[in-house]
């Protein structure tokens, strides 16, 4: 079983991955999900938990269904 901060750290590795092989950067990754590139830097960087709805966000974002953002 994960904790908290370690899935904090997979998922925001995934995003960055996901996010790297659609070629967006995190600004435009943001403005696609209604947050600001300084949000996506601290998903990514695992300074901040992302809810449920934000992950939601962002795999729409991402064109990618979101039980994509768990495979680590």
């Given at each position: 079983?994960?904790?908290?901060?370690?899935?904090?750290v997979?998922?925001?590795?995934?995003?960055?991955?996901?996010?790297?092989?659609?070629?967006?950067?995190?600004?435009?990754?943001?403005?696609?999900?209604?947050?600001?590139?300084?949000?996506?830097?601290?998903?990514?960087?695992?300074?901040?938990?992302?809810?449920?709805?934000?992950?939601?966000?962002?795999?729409?974002?991402?064109?990618?269904?979101?039980?994509?953002?768990?495979?680590?």
């Open positions: 079983m994960l904790t908290k901060q370690e899935l904090s997979k998922i925001g590795n995934r995003i960055k991955q996901l996010r790297k092989e659609k070629n967006i950067s995190q600004a435009e990754l943001g403005r696609l999900c209604g947050r600001d590139k300084q949000h996506i830097e601290l998903i990514e960087n695992h300074k901040v938990s992302a809810n449920t709805y934000t992950l939601y966000t962002i795999a729409i974002a991402l064109e990618i269904e979101f039980i994509e953002l768990f495979k680590f």
